[in-house]
C-alpha cells in the first residue's frame, strides 16, 4: 500500500468518523410506547427493534472506523486482523473499515447465519428431544 492510498483512506475515514459522531443517535433517544392493543404493541416493539439494530450497527461502525484509523496510525492498516493476509484493494474501496479479508469475512458471516437460524428455529430443539425421547423407548 502506497503512502497516498494511505493518506486517501485516512481522509475517508476521519469522514466517516465526523458523520458518525454527528448523527449522534443514542439509545436514549428510543422511546417506549405502550399500547394495550396487542397488535398495536407489537408494532411498536418491532419498531424499537429496528431502531436497536440500527443503532448497534452504527455503533460498530464507529468502532470499526477507530481501529482502522489506528491501524494506520501502527502501519497495519490493509491486512487482515485475523489471519494477516492482504485484504484487496477493492474490498477496502468499499468498506475502509474492514478488518477482514473477503475470505475471513465470509467465515464469520457464515458463523452469525448458522448461529442465528438455530437460535430463531425453536423446532431444531425440539427435534433433539425428540430423538432423546426415542432413545429412552428404544432402551427401556
Ligand atoms: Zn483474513
Known sequence: MTRTNLAGFAEV???KQIELSRSG???D????????????????????ELAIA????????????AMALARIQN????????????ISQRRLDAVPWTPFCIRCQEAAD?????FSEVSSNPSWARRDHLAGA???VMSA
Do not use: M, P
Open 134 to 136: 426415542h432413545f429412552a
Open 54 to 65: 440500527g443503532l448497534n450497527r452504527e455503533a460498530s461502525v464507529r468502532r470499526g472506523v
Open 75 to 86: 502501519g497495519t492498516f490493509g491486512s487482515c486482523v485475523c489471519c494477516g493476509g492482504e
Open 110 to 114: 457464515l458463523g452469525e447465519r448458522v
Open 25 to 27: 443517535r443514542s439509545l
Open 13 to 15: 475515514l476521519r469522514a
Open 29 to 48: 433517544s428510543i422511546v417506549i410506547e405502550r399500547s394495550a392493543d396487542v397488535l398495536e404493541e407489537a408494532q411498536y416493539k418491532s419498531a424499537r
